[in-house]
């Protein structure tokens, strides 16, 4: 296919805002790596929400961090090849190029788990993880956008398959996500949003019971 270029992605974006600082599910707690722990710990924080001290959890963090999410629409663009058959009843046929248009939309979040957070007095340190960045395509958009191909020999034809179409857009998931990983942008979006998200969370607890809490952020 001549000229080939990819196409920008036209891409909306919808943060998901809905955060219950109520919702506490049950989080198992992990040891974070002791370099990075200053003198308190994430078992204190826990020890002085079960005397009933209004203090940033760590739980709640997690939670929070969990129902903050970036999702974006992309129209993607697949390349592909129906390579001609060997043997003698494909002789004639000629390898054809194609480009498949379709949609998918692409969430970015954080693996809750990996979070982790110390305090010490009013100093709170807080590690967030990669963000994981996942796809869906939407099926429907497959069909919606019909593939462009080179013309078929009129006698020994070479038909694209659904296969070797869904191998190309396969491929250009893969490259659609690594594109993604290295969009600084984007990835600087979904972090700063649960970020605020989080630190909202922290300054409310400490107008309640009136400190003011230094949050240092850290990231894998």
């Given at each position: 296919m001549k000229n080939k270029k990819k196409l920008l992605p036209s891409l909306f974006c919808t943060i998901l805002l809905s955060v219950s600082l109520s919702a506490c599910g049950e989080v198992k707690e992990e040891d974070w790596d002791k370099r990075n722990e200053p003198a308190a710990s994430e078992n204190s924080a826990s020890q002085n929400n079960a005397e009933n001290e209004l203090v940033p959890d760590v739980a709640q963090i997690r939670a929070i961090a969990n129902?903050?999410?970036?999702?974006?629409?992309?129209?993607?663009?697949?390349?592909?090849?129906?390579?001609?058959?060997?043997?003698?009843?494909?002789?004639?046929?000629?390898?054809?190029?194609?480009?498949?248009?379709?949609?998918?939309?692409?969430?970015?979040?954080?693996?809750?788990?990996?979070?982790?957070?110390?305090q010490n007095g009013s100093e709170i340190r807080i590690l967030l993880p990669e963000p994981d960045i996942s796809s869906r395509k939407i099926p429907e958009s497959i069909n919606k956008y019909s593939y462009v191909e080179e013309p078929d020999q009129w006698i020994q034809q070479n038909p694209i398959t659904v296969d070797t179409i869904n191998e190309a857009v396969n491929e250009a998931d893969r490259q659609m996500e690594e594109d993604i990983r290295n969009n600084s942008a984007l990835l600087s979006t979904a972090e700063g949003q649960v970020k605020q998200l989080i630190e909202n969370y922290i300054h409310q607890i400490g107008n309640l019971t009136d400190v003011e809490y230094t949050i240092i952020w850290e990231t894998e």
């Open positions: 129902l903050s999410s970036l999702k974006c629409i992309y129209h993607n663009v697949a390349y592909g090849t129906q390579k001609a058959g060997s043997g003698v009843s494909h002789l004639g046929e000629k390898d054809r190029n194609f480009m498949q248009e379709y949609d998918c939309e692409v969430e970015i979040s954080y693996n809750v788990k990996n979070i982790r957070m110390t």
